[in-house]
């Protein structure tokens, strides 16, 4: 075990009644961003680098790795790229060995999916969950997406068409009534576009070409439908947020090319939260940016650096139902947790603060 988050901080969350991600041992250095003196609004609380921190069938395991000769993995988590969280869970692709890393909180598991049978990745991609907890895969080798249950279970595909050349994101309803796959295309290819699909995999809908018009994409790389039903969709080359109806009509867009705030340089991954909340990863500057659903930048969170809570290569992120927002740091072959504040927690943490300096 390196920087994983142990039992007991998981037990010490399970008793506080908040099973949706770990907190870290008491103890530790706590990091707030916006920092004090101004009032905080998130903490960082766990750093995910190993999938035998939570896990409590290790015994198991070993017998089973010991009988088929499989090895653990030197690096847990050796290419993170794609995020999904909810119900108690944290989902994480990952391209370096093509399976999908699940990390169960409350039942303090660990377990990985998409090497079995139909279910086998051979290029994953971009994943996502719908309302009911099912995890949706992009496979690039196949090229499809893979659908599954709660258990790693595979339960079905959608085969995709010529009409995608690169998948790489993935967005579904929550009822799963419709599915979005990104399509990032390529430098010498006019396939930048969105393509939407029913549940039972016929096409029903698609919007882009290359280009910088409302509507069209240049190297889009990630997707999510929000909480008001609308779907976001990271446009990384044109550098701003694309906001469609699920007909994929254009509703509207923000952000531009700098190093300021509110501005992106290299923008990896999009999630939204319960409240409409839009955040926004970007290698460049390390960092996650929020922004409102109307494209208000709100504040940016993170810190470049190899310590836990700081960040170097980001990549994926999510948030979950309970307010955690989860980041992926290629670099470091890790994911940081951070937990929204209330306001009266803000307030509490910023008076220790001002205690601290004896005002």
């Known amino acids: 075990m390196r920087r994983g988050v142990g039992l007991l901080g998981m037990l010490v969350l399970l008793l506080v009644g ?10 530790k250095p706590v990091q707030y961003w916006p ?13 995910l680098d190993d999938g035998n921190a939570i896990r409590s069938d290790l015994d198991e395991q070993s017998f089973r790795q010991a009988m088929t000769g499989q090895k653990l993995l030197r690096k847990p988590l050796p290419k993170p790229f794609s995020l999904a969280a909810g119900q108690g869970r944290l989902y994480i692709s990952d391209t370096a060995i093509n399976r999908v890393h699940v990390f169960d909180f409350p039942r303090r598991r660990y377990f990985q999916l998409g090497f079995r049978l139909e279910g086998e990745l051979s290029k994953v991609r971009g994943i996502a969950l719908d309302g009911q907890g099912l995890l949706y895969a992009v496979d690039r080798g196949g090229p499809r997406v893979v659908k599954y249950d709660t258990f790693g279970l595979y339960l079905g595909e ?3 068409g010529a009409e995608v050349v690169r998948p790489s994101g993935v967005a ?7 599915v979005f796959v990104v399509d990032t295309g390529g430098v010498d290819s006019q396939s930048h576009r969105v393509v939407a699909y029913d549940a039972d995999g016929h096409l029903v809908a698609m919007v882009g070409d290359r280009g910088a018009a409302p509507g069209q994409f240049n ?3 990630d997707a999510v439908v929000g909480a008001d039903g609308l779907l976001y969709v990271l446009d990384s080359g044109n550098f701003r947020v ?9 509703v509207r867009s923000w952000g531009e090319v700098g190093k300021g705030f509110g501005q992106f340089a290299r923008p990896r991954s999009i999630a939204v939260d319960s409240d409409g909340n839009v955040y926004v990863s970007d290698a460049q500057f390390a960092n996650v940016q929020l922004f409102s659903p ?20 980001v990549s994926g992120v999510a948030v979950d139902e309970l307010g955690h927002l989860y980041v992926a740091d290629q670099h470091n072959h890790k994911v940081e ?8 927690e803000g307030r509490q943490a910023l008076a220790e603060y001002r205690q601290r300096l004896g005002r």
């Open 18 to 27: 908040c099973a949706g991600a770990p907190e870290q041992l008491a103890g």
């Open 35 to 47: 920092e004090p003196p101004d009032l905080p609004r998130y903490r960082h609380v766990a750093t």
């Open 158 to 160: 959608i085969a995709i």
């Open 172 to 178: 579904v309803t929550r009822n799963g009534s419709r």
């Open 219 to 221: 190297l889009p790389v």
């Open 242 to 250: 694309q906001v469609f109806d699920q007909e994929l009509n254009f």
């Open 294 to 313: 109307q494209g208000e930048l709100l504040m940016a969170l993170g810190k470049r650096g190899v310590k836990p809570g700081e960040l170097e290569l």
């Open 337 to 344: 947790v951070y937990r929204r504040l209330s306001e009266v």
